[in-house]
Nanobody
Framework: QVQLVESGGGLVQAGGSLRLSCTAS????????MGWYRQAPGKQRELVAN???????NYADSVKGRFTISRDSAKITVSLQMNNLKPEDTAVYYC??????????WGKGTLVTVSS
């Protein structure tokens, strides 16, 4: 079992910044990548950004240039620095850990609300 604990969500005005963090614990073997997804009301969950074990990053077009994902491999922590937030970034953000073998693990989610 893998546990993912997220922190850092909250309410911010448009143009502001937030930093999300996620720490993994439990039976963790080899990690393919870790990342963040989000789900806005009435919409499907979508990838925001992920980072592979070798450090390669991938971002949704809507957040490129505004969000930065980073990872501390020693602590099995992934962070998402979100700058210049927009109201359309409002969503529940979920941490994801994808192993090379086995099922993905998900955090419980943290709410990010951006007011206009």
């Amino acid at each position: 079992q893998v546990q993912l604990v997220e922190s850092g969500g909250g309410l911010v005005q448009a143009g502001g910044s937030l930093r999300l963090s996620c720490t993994a614990s439990g039976s963790i073997f080899t990690i393919k990548d870790m990342g963040w997804y989000r789900q806005a009301p009435g919409k499907q969950r979508e990838l925001v950004a992920n980072i592979a074990s070798r450090g390669t990053t991938n971002y949704a077009d809507s957040v490129k240039g505004r969000f930065t994902i980073s990872r501390d491999s020693a602590k099995i922590t992934v962070s998402l620095q979100m700058n210049n937030l927009k109201p359309e970034d409002t969503a529940v953000y979920y941490c994801n850990l994808r192993p090379w073998i086995g099922q993905d693990s998900w955090g419980k989610g943290t709410l990010v609300t951006v007011s206009s």
